[in-house]
């Protein structure tokens, strides 16, 4: 008989001269990832749901892959979930073929699993090809030849941008599943076939959730294989992810995309009056959203005569794509092969806008909200921000106003156990907030562990006490306030610094002040794409990068490229948001505090995020200066100090000039005054 192996515990791996230092020439032990590492196998091995924040610099990767690895030895098959690419990058290429390498003993089967519109169809493709448009590109020519010799038909791996992708993608309502032609080789179901075979399987959580939304639709339904257990990581933004996918949201464009991918199919014999119909209908349907607030709730903008019109037009929309759905299924009738594969998907495609768009308009739950807002470009690689065609985006919204009691539903009384964690997951030192807002059992774990660096020397926090009291708007004195603090701030760190700011409106205006008054090399969010933004950053040596959400979390930059991080205001949720408000009337409504309960603690940890931002290794030393007084002069000022990192504090300019000359450690002298004001943001 033999003997079953032995597993190394999380000591054998964490150990100062254990495995994992070994492996890896550079190692520091972190008593902190051995703490964050028990309270995981703890909560996966007594079948509970656990909550850990893990700081800066404890390595909450390998805290988590170690106990999934062990879980995998008992055959247990685990499910990491991030919200970054970023991190499913760093997952897949670095962390788990380490942890890997560190259990032998274990045969680990790994995957990275994606959305069906990341995969190539080759039904599609071949539909495409009937299609003039198509058949005149070179890039498609050439997307056809990738086709021939791609493993993956991973959108990832295209070596090229392809516009068009979204037309030769897998989606649900082209595939025919085993009736395929091209089922044996589809791209998508290769990668299910090898998720089946995997005992450890990453996604993001999107695809997760999805997921879940599909089993509570039909059980026998759903994307990934049966699993034990999950883990989130990054899972601060669980509950954003989650009002998304279990939402609906439909873009101005979609249906005119529709339209024309009709028009353009070769010999395709249709009411095309009825086409044109759809596109003015559409246009009708989306005019009164044009100007006004970027995000609005429908009631705001439809009044009760509008409202009847607006209802009026959505109803014929869906009429018209029930008559485009059954003329394409008839025709599909007598049709053969790639022709009937193509007017049933198509048929179907109509369908399912029918049905999501008679159901934002018309479908009343008091659990939901019906909102839209207007959209800017996106930024696409290859082009910037204002140098391409801004074209006009709209969409409207049925959203979910708490998620807490689906993910109850789908998912905490479902999953054996599920690990939550991120670098900032708590607010005031517990987990109070994400509790609420995400519906976690009481008996859920709790785990705090702190950084292991030493912030009281690397960091100063600097909150300026002469400024003023951010204002409601735009004011003009105060934006020349903060443009000539952080002249002073940036100057003195000769460049090298963060901008992080909470709208778009304050960060142009303060960089319209700056570009000609700072010599070092000024990069704005929305000129470039992110990536190249980052990129350029790092290559400057005394770069200024102006930022809004993009950069206040998952970006790492360490050493002296990054110096110092300017956040310039408290980031409460922008109070009229048609999302923020109903979850505050929400809250309102069932007697709770909206303030202390949810712009408090959600604040909280959005500037923990961008403070994150300043020191990453042990070695990084630098300043975060927060341009809000509030920190000094509000009653809860003290409480966003208290559980930020412990950096030394300074808010008076010789302090920071100290700090920066010599290295000394300033002393506090901005300790927040607990003054009895009304809680405003």
């Known amino acids: 008989m033999s003997r079953r192996k032995r597993i190394p515990g999380i000591e054998e791996i964490l150990a100062p001269k254990g495995r994992l230092a070994k492996a890896l020439p550079n190692y520091q032990h972190r008593a902190e990832q051995i703490e964050a590492c028990r309270a995981i196998e703890q909560a996966l091995t007594a079948g509970r749901i656990c909550l850990v924040e893990a700081g800066t610099g404890v390595g909450k990767t390998l805290a988590y892959l170690i106990p999934a690895i062990r879980a995998a030895a008992e055959g247990k098959r685990t499910v ?25 003993e274990v045969e680990i089967t790994p995957i990275l699993m994606k959305g069906r519109g990341n995969y190539l169809c080759l039904q599609d493709l071949d539909v495409a090809e009937g299609d003039l448009f198509h058949a005149a590109d070179p890039l498609f020519r050439e ?38 032609r091209y089922y044996e080789r589809c791209f998508y179901y290769r990668m299910r076939w090898r998720a089946a075979e995997a005992n450890l399987i990453v996604v993001n959580h999107a695809l997760f959730l999805s997921d879940l939304a599909l089993r509570a639709a039909d059980p026998q339904s759903g994307i990934l294989p049966a699993y034990d257990y999950v883990i989130f990581d990054e899972a601060h933004h669980l509950e954003d992810v989650a009002t998304g996918v279990f939402g609906l949201e439909i873009e101005n464009r979609r249906i005119p995309r529709y339209v024309e991918r009709l028009r353009r199919m070769r010999d395709l014999d249709i009411n095309f009056d009825r086409l044109d119909a759809l596109d003015n209908l559409n246009t009708i349907l989306f005019s009164p959203f044009q100007e006004g607030r970027q995000e609005f709730f429908l009631s705001d903008v439809l009044d009760e005569k509008a409202q009847g019109a607006f209802q ?128 976690l059992p009481e008996t859920a774990m709790e785990k705090i562990v702190g950084s292991p660096f030493d912030f009281k020397k690397q960091a100063l926090l600097y909150v300026p006490r002469g400024l003023p009291i951010p204002p409601k708007g735009a004011v003009a004195e105060y934006t020349q306030a903060v443009a000539k603090e952080i002249e002073r701030v940036v100057r003195l760190s000769q460049g090298r610094a963060f901008l992080l700011f909470t709208s778009r409106r304050m960060l142009n205006d303060v960089y319209d002040c700056l570009k000609e008054r700072l010599e070092f090399p000024l990069l704005r969010q929305g000129d470039q794409p992110p990536g190249r933004l980052l990129e350029a950053f790092r290559q400057s040596g005394n770069g200024c990068l102006f930022g809004t959400q993009t950069f206040w979390e998952g970006v790492d930059v360490q050493g002296d490229a990054l110096s110092v991080v300017i956040i310039d205001r408290l980031p409460f949720a ?33 500037l923990k995020q961008g403070f994150g931002r300043l020191i990453r290794t042990a070695t990084d030393r630098g300043m975060v200066c927060i341009l809000d007084t509030r920190l000094l002069t509000r009653s809860y000022g003290a409480e966003f100090i208290r559980y930020l990192p412990p950096a030394s504090r300074a808010s008076v300019w010789s302090r920071v000039e100290q700090f920066w000359r010599d290295g000394a450690q300033p002393a506090d002298d901005a300790q927040p005054l607990p003054l009895p004001t009304a809680p405003t943001p």
């Open 312 to 439: 009026e037009v959505a109803s014929q929309i869906c009429v018209a794509l029930g008559e485009v759905e059954k003329e394409l299924l008839e025709k599909a009738k007598d049709a053969e092969g790639a022709e009937k594969d193509r007017l049933q998907g198509l048929g179907r495609m109509g369908g399912r806008l029918r049905e999501e768009l008679q159901t934002l308009i018309f479908h009343n739950d008091p659990d939901y909200i019906r909102w839209g807002a207007r959209i800017p470009p996106r930024e696409r690689e290859g082009e910037t921000f204002r140098s391409r065609r801004a074209e006009p985006r709209t969409a409207l919204y049925y959203t979910p106003i708490s998620v807490g009691k689906l993910l109850h539903e789908m998912l905490w009384s479902q999953v054996e156990a599920a690990v939550l964690t991120s670098a900032t997951l708590a607010n005031s030192g517990g987990f109070s907030y994400l509790r609420s807002r995400l519906n």
């Open 80 to 104: 990491v979930s991030t919200h970054t690419i970023n991190l499913q990058t760093q997952l897949v290429e670095k962390d788990i073929p380490l942890i890997t390498a560190l259990f032998p």
């Open 143 to 180: 997307l056809k030849n990738w086709s021939r010799h791609t493993e993956t038909g991973d959108q990832a791996d295209l070596p090229f941008l392809y516009p068009y992708w979204h037309e030769v993608a897998a989606n649900q309502d082209t595939c025919r599943a085993q009736e395929c």
């Open 574 to 606: 922008v109070p009229d948001s048609p999302v923020t408000r109903a979850r505050v009337d929400a809250i309102i409504a069932a007697g709770g505090d909206w303030f202390n309960e949810f712009s408090v603690p959600q604040a909280q940890i959005r």
